[in-house]
């Protein structure tokens, strides 16, 4: 390929050879063992099945893919097993901490959608909300003008209809209020936030 458009070099040859270099290529080395590598699976699916037609040249013809284990040994190569590859994301400034896939997914739901923070103060001994939830948004910016007091007044109808026993325990009280905030944000802004409610004990 030439380009015109002032790049350098301004000549393009593709590295990868035809079907017909392929397989002359065999016909010369005539492999005990083929094993076609790089590319998508589509093509080394192809890439395998052209070399198994040519029977007089080639041996045994194995199709791996990644995180496959080929052993070899005295008796001759067979697959043997499977590893865990792919991308391994590192936490910035750091060169150990591995980043679980779970935090990707919400950094990337946090990157989309922002993330809501209903935060809500009960006394510890009685169980009562002491003062009217507040709402904290990042990355999320609902049209809407009283959004923030919508939202607000849904977090305090979950924790009015919710049982005594249900304020003490603080992993209920958070899904529920996840949940009817969730339904309230969805319908009113078509929106998907990642929903955190933080409790304050006073």
Known sequence: MIYDDGSSPPVHVSG?????????????????YFIP????????????????????????????????????????????????VGRVCIDSGSRTDVVEDVVIKDRRH????GIVLPIIAINKLTGRVE???????????????GFVAEAREIVMQTLELSSSEEKTDYGVIKEKVR????????????????IMPVILEI
Request: proline residues 4%.
């Open 37 to 84: 590598v790089h590319g998508e699976y589509r093509q080394l699916k192809l890439h395998a099945e052209m070399a198994a037609a040519m029977k007089n040249s080639v041996g045994n013809v194995i199709l791996i893919e990644s995180g496959e284990v080929l052993e070899f040994d005295d008796k001759g190569a067979r697959k043997a097993g499977k590893v865990n």
């Open 16 to 32: 990868h050879a035809s079907q017909e270099e392929l397989k002359l290529l065999i016909n010369l080395v005539k492999p005990k």
């Open 131 to 145: 003062s009217a939830p507040e709402i904290v948004t990042r990355g999320f910016a609902p049209d809407q003008d």
């Open 179 to 194: 949940a009817d905030l969730k339904r309230f944000i969805s319908k009113q802004t078509q929106r998907r936030p990642l």
């Open 110 to 113: 946090i990157s989309e959608d």
